[in-house]
């Protein structure tokens, strides 16, 4: 059981944050990622959908033989995380929980949670973050442009610095002291947030603390690896050309030997 | 036959601008439009997953026992349409034909076209207007910021502006006097697109073009209808929510009774 692999998925590229931190944190681990590329992007789609999507992308990685089942998708995370956790007898781990876990060490208890409009809209981040912080103060902003900004490699953009200005203008107002990226292409945008909203934001980023849970995890339950692994594949559902070009700047290096599968 | 409907398909919301062409035009005819948006959208995927996702909108429509199949989409009618002719024993339309018809009114044959990634990599605009006017000089270029510019409502947005001035700058330098907007949804920025390049470049929109080709098929092939039909039926593969409230600025009027439906 421990050398099977760590299952992670996402809608395309954005996981390659999450994937990234455990493949940081868990290196002797064997990783297999899939990313949804034939459907991307889930955000804007319904829950139904998306929780469709999600078990197809499931049943996948589980047929793999994955030890332990990561979502390294906001929005999938948002929707479909209990109904997977029934439906597969693995460990089914999400990032908005480990996210919460980091926001609510937020001083003033002002905290703001952007993302995609499904993920905003399923209000799971504010629910997770007042189960461990009740008098929290949260503040929720769709912010659909980030992604299409990050795919296009200008997150860095004075494009993308206007947009984030649009976006956060409520937040600043609300004074809030804590930010959670509630979606994983977000932290290409993190030089941008932070200019825009100052050095007295903190930005809270699921992917590390995504990877801390899993190793939790694996020391509670036994499934770390005994010795060193370390192999990674990736798959996806469409051509995997764009994914290698886009997927660089989330992984922080090349992507190759992307295989193409085809899922539900 | 006369009697059948028009089928209309497109990856989301994008296809109304056609819709409402043929509306205008052909008044009297009934219209089944098909927005695929558990998939949306088509323009970043590759073209055999493209092609896949044509076919099964294509199905769909026939086996509503349509007369004539218009694909209201750029990128499917870049990469589908030889396909698509040879599966379906109907008339077949696409986009790029009847608006490259029109972009061979340019007096100093510089023609600029912006589409999506996937109908500017596949060349299918140059290919059309050389076909008609051989010593064109073609600059292509896609935006794909521009589509989730138009969705989120920010056509007429200081940051559409910024971004379309990004984009457009080769084409500005290139002198171009005639614009292809190669993709369904860029209507929407119409009056952007003219701030940035003036009053001296001709914008060419298929949409009003595509629904003349169609009037002529009927004329040519006696598939006008004789009496007023005027049935207009919608259909989506999520759920139409999303449909509804973003499609209003693409169609100019309330969307409703718009149906879900899965294919594929």
């Not at 912080?133 to 503040?139: E, M, N, R, S």
């Not at 980030?146 to 649009?166: D, K, N, Q, S, Y």
């Amino acid at each position: 059981m421990p050398h099977r692999a760590i299952g992670i998925f996402d809608s395309g590229v954005g996981g390659l944050t999450v994937f990234k931190e455990i493949a940081a944190l868990l290196p002797e681990e064997n990783l297999i990622y899939l990313g949804d590329t034939a459907r991307v992007p889930y955000g804007t789609k319904s829950v139904e959908t998306v929780q469709r999507y999600a078990f197809e992308a499931a049943e996948f990685l589980v047929a793999q033989g994955v030890k332990i089942l990561v979502v390294a998708c906001n929005t999938a995370s948002a929707v479909a995380l209990p109904a997977l956790r029934q439906r597969f007898k693995l460990p089914v781990i999400g990032v908005i929980e480990p996210g919460a876990r980091k926001a609510i060490y937020s001083q003033n208890r002002h905290i703001g949670v952007i993302g995609t409009e499904g993920t905003i809209n399923s209000g799971r981040y504010p629910e997770a973050i007042r189960t461990l912080l009740p008098d929290a103060q949260i503040f929720s902003v769709p912010c659909p442009l980030f992604v299409p900004l990050a795919e296009e490699g200008w997150a860095e953009h004075e494009i993308a610095r206007l947009t984030a200005t649009e976006y956060l203008q409520p937040l600043i107002t609300a004074q809030i002291d804590t930010l959670v990226l509630g979606c994983t292409h977000y932290p290409l945008l993190r030089k941008t947030l932070r200019q825009v909203l100052g050095s007295g934001v903190t930005l809270v980023d699921s992917a590390e603390e995504t990877a801390k849970s899993i190793s939790q995890i694996f020391t509670q339950e036994g499934l770390s690896i005994p010795e060193y692994g370390g192999q990674r594949r990736f798959f996806v559902t469409d051509v995997p050309t764009r994914f290698e070009r886009v997927g660089r700047a989330f992984l922080g290096a090349e992507l190759d030997r992307v295989e193409q599968v085809q899922i539900g």
